[in-house]
């Protein structure tokens, strides 16, 4: 159903990339490495009886990835691109083959994503597209398609993410030339560089949906053309007893369902997905016809990274 990005022909004089030296670990009894609210205080708390958990966030796929290479934990919760990253730098460890009964996995249109063909080192757990919202007082007939944000004024008000493989594939979606918006990618408004007033902002679907339940003024959009696609997993840094354990227990459907309501990203499982509210999947999971168009994002080594896998 999805399309990857095409990818770079496989290279076989490649030189190996070696693991980097063995960063420092924070302190406590079980640490783990996951975007902001997938693995709230609430789940702390529920799973204290394993051990002391250290849970240390990102906010962002750049953040995620060099707070992976310089940092060591025992459970990853990883964006595609950062387990790209870790499988390079042979960070993880094979995920045991009965972490999962078979019923239980993930469905199958989640599973053997290039990065990883195999899922023998990432789990996807959760799912989210790329979208944008705008203020409705500034846009009052509406934006919805990718290609209106490359056009005249809208383009210099959207708040585009600094993320260049992302924007390429949003060129290749708004049938655009690459590259165009290189010139205006850093344009930022001497009284207010922090873009926070930009009328459109792109970001992954599940963030503009949170935001928006805050400011009502603000409509989320659905391209017509389809969306870059991107996928959450779970990857092992070390096989102790524990941290398997921990992985176990919030796989649970019951602490899964309450982690991608609360954080707005479709869950990869169907034993979530068959207890969620109606409503609630409506909003999480789009219609078949414009998950057709979608996208994954990677950078072009990952042909590479995945090649021997």
Not at 3 to 29: A, D, F, Y
Not at 49 to 76: C, M, R, W
Not at 214 to 225: C, G, I, M, N, T
Not at 285 to 302: C, G, N, T, V
Request: net charge neutral; aromatic share 10%; proline share 12%.
């Amino acid at each position: 159903m999805y399309k990857p990005q095409p990818q770079e022909p496989n290279s076989t004089n490649q030189p190996p990339i070696s693991p980097l030296p063995n960063p420092p670990r924070p302190t406590g009894s079980i640490q783990v490495l996951a975007p902001e609210g997938h693995f709230p205080p609430w789940l702390v708390e529920e799973l204290k009886s394993i051990g002391s958990i250290g849970v240390t966030t990102y906010s962002s796929t750049p953040q995620a990835k060099e707070k992976l290479l310089n940092h060591s934990f025992d459970l990853y919760l990883l964006p595609d691109r950062a387990v790209i990253e870790g499988i390079l730098r042979q960070k993880f460890q094979p995920l045991p083959q009965n972490i999962l009964e078979p019923k239980a996995a993930p469905i199958s249109l989640y599973l053997n994503h290039p990065l990883d063909r195999h899922n023998q080192f990432a789990l996807p757990y959760g799912c989210t597209y790329y979208g944008f919202a705008y203020h409705q007082d500034a846009f009052p007939k509406g934006i919805h398609r990718w290609k209106e944000l490359f056009h005249s004024d809208d383009f210099s008000q959207t708040d585009f993410p600094e993320d260049s493989e992302l924007l390429y594939i949003l060129t290749l979606l708004a049938d655009e030339q690459v590259g165009k918006i290189d010139k205006k990618l850093n344009f930022k408004s001497p009284s207010n560089p922090k873009n926070e007033e930009f009328p459109i902002r792109v970001r992954p679907l599940c963030e503009l949906e949170r935001f928006t339940t805050q400011y009502p003024q603000w409509k989320v959009v659905r391209p017509e053309e389809g969306s870059p696609i991107e996928l959450f997993h779970f990857t092992l840094g070390n096989l102790l007893p524990t941290t398997i354990d921990l992985l176990k227990r919030i796989l649970n459907p019951l602490i899964a369902a309450r982690i991608s309501e609360e954080n707005f990203f479709a869950s990869t499982f169907k034993a979530v997905q068959t207890i969620q509210n109606p409503t609630i999947r409506k909003k999480l999971y789009p219609e078949s016809k414009w998950m057709d168009k979608a996208l994954f994002i990677r950078p072009p080594k990952a042909s590479k990274a995945t090649a021997a896998l």
